[in-house]
């Protein structure tokens, strides 16, 4: 308990000294928020999703919109799933996505340039303020002649 004690007293002491030294500068400690909410799960609170207006049917039918099967690729059937993890950042971009499932190495590729390269969403919001979010994208995919 006793070292519990005197760490704790450090690190105060320590934030303390941080604090008093950057008002000396005349510079403000401003913690930052960098929590990410996850919209596919339960959030609470002030919350307001961000807004994609790339496209009707939301970013799911902008990869739709864009996506294209090469000619090789129709002829051979080719059939894939995608499950992609994007992350919205504060000012509407999307800065980078991981794969959670990817059956076809080249269509999830294809995918993730799509979704790097799509317009803005409109921010999200928590509490009045620009906010981080994440959310899950699946898409399925079969190639056939039509």
């Known amino acids: 308990m006793k070292r519990f004690s005197k760490f704790y007293l450090l690190f105060l002491f320590g934030s303390l000294s941080l604090n008093l030294a950057a008002q000396e500068l005349g510079k403000t400690f401003v913690e930052t928020d960098t929590a990410i909410i996850d ?5 609470y609170g002030n919350v307001k999703p961000p807004k994609f207006s790339g496209a009707e049917h939301g970013i799911q039918g902008y990869i739709v919109d864009r996506f294209r099967f090469e ?6 059937g080719v059939k894939g799933e995608v499950v992609i993890w994007a992350y919205i950042e ?9 794969f959670e499932k990817n059956t076809n190495s080249v269509i999830g590729e294809r995918v993730r340039n799509i979704l790097l390269h799509a317009p803005k969403h409109i921010p999200g919001t928590r509490d009045g303020k620009p906010a981080r979010f994440k959310t899950k994208l699946i ?4 190639a056939h002649r039509g």
């Open 39 to 43: 919209l596919n799960a339960p959030y």
């Open 139 to 142: 898409q399925k995919f079969e």
């Open 90 to 98: 504060r000012d509407g971009t999307i800065s980078k996505t991981r």
């Open 71 to 76: 000619q090789k690729e129709i002829d051979n």
